[in-house]
């Protein structure tokens, strides 16, 4: 990735797991974005417009997140991506990093990792 706009460590609640359990209580997710962006428009303009937005794709993915009922975090994961790209032209490319803090025992979180390009009309 070339230049990037990133946001780390978004704490969202949502249902997410496998287990009957799961099903039942929110859980805490931490989400880590990475979108590779063109920002030289924006810097060298200094111009608001000209950036991706990281406080809109933030409140856009708490939105997601939030009202998600995946069992999987990869399907989480996979439908924040979608977003990422579907939703914010200036975005080519999103890592996303789905982590569930204290899933398994004595380890502080597990999660995934996905990247995820647009793609390109032929």
């Not at 287990?19 to 039942?24: A, H």
């Not at 009922?69 to 989480?76: R, S, T, Y």
């Not at 999103?94 to 390009?117: C, D, L, T």
């Amino acid at each position: 990735m070339g230049d990037r706009v990133f946001v780390e460590g978004l704490e969202i609640y949502c249902i997410i797991g496998v287990q009957p359990w799961e099903r039942q209580v929110m859980q805490k997710v931490r989400i880590d974005l990475d979108i590779e962006a063109d920002c030289s428009p924006a810097g060298r303009a200094d111009d608001v417009s000209l950036a991706l937005d990281y406080r809109a794709v933030s409140k856009r993915v708490q939105q997601l997140v939030e009202g998600s009922k995946f069992q999987l975090v990869e399907a989480l994961a996979e439908s924040t991506a979608a977003t990422v790209l579907g939703e914010f032209p200036r975005a080519a490319a999103v890592r996303v990093r789905v982590a569930k803090p204290g899933a398994v025992r004595f380890a502080e979180s597990v999660g995934v990792e996905i990247v995820r390009r647009r793609e390109v009309a032929s």
